[in-house]
C-alpha cells in the first residue's frame, strides 16, 4: 500500500484526505506543522505529499523547497492545498516546477483525479 503524508494545521482537512485517501487504497500519515512534516520526510518512504500553502512558521512553499532538497523524487509527487488565490511569485514557481494544486474546498472526485493523475 503507498503511503502519503498529509501537512495541514487543520485537524478536519487532514480527516477528509485521509478518509478520501483510504477509500482510493492509500494509507495516510499526517504532520500539523512544516516542522513535523520535514521530521517524518526524513525518517518515512512517501508517495505523495499534500500540503496545506499557509500554515503559520514553514508555508507550503518553504516545505516543497525542504522535501526537494531530502527527496527530489518526492517533491514530483508534491501537492500543494490552498483555499485562496496564489500570489505571482508562488504561481510562477508551482508552474515552473510543475507543482500540482488542490484547491479547497475539494470533493471526492477532484481527490480522486489528483491520485489518478499522480499514477499517470
Known amino acids: 500500500m503507498k503511503k502519503i503524508l498529509i ?5 478536519s482537512i487532514i480527516d477528509i484526505l485521509r478518509l478520501f485517501a483510504a ?4 494509507e495516510a500519515d499526517a504532520a500539523q506543522s512544516g516542522k513535523a512534516a520535514i521530521e517524518k520526510v526524513s525518517g518515512n518512504q512517501y ?3 499534500f500540503c496545506d500553502l499557509q ?3 514553514l508555508n507550503g ?8 532538497e531530502l527527496n527530489i523524487a518526492l517533491s514530483g509527487k ?16 508551482v508552474v515552473a ?6 484547491r479547497k474546498p ?5 481527490v480522486k483525479k489528483i491520485f489518478s493523475d499522480l499514477e499517470a
Open 47 to 49: 508517495w505523495a505529499v
Open 106 to 110: 475539494f470533493y471526492f472526485e477532484g
Open 61 to 68: 512553499m518553504d516545505i516543497y523547497d525542504q522535501v526537494k
Open 55 to 57: 500554515m503559520p512558521g
Open 97 to 102: 516546477q510543475n507543482i500540482k494544486v488542490l
Open 78 to 93: 508534491f501537492i500543494l492545498l490552498t483555499g485562496s488565490m496564489l500570489d505571482h511569485p508562488t504561481e510562477a514557481k
Open 23 to 26: 477509500q482510493l487504497g492509500y
Open 7 to 11: 501537512v495541514d494545521d487543520e485537524p
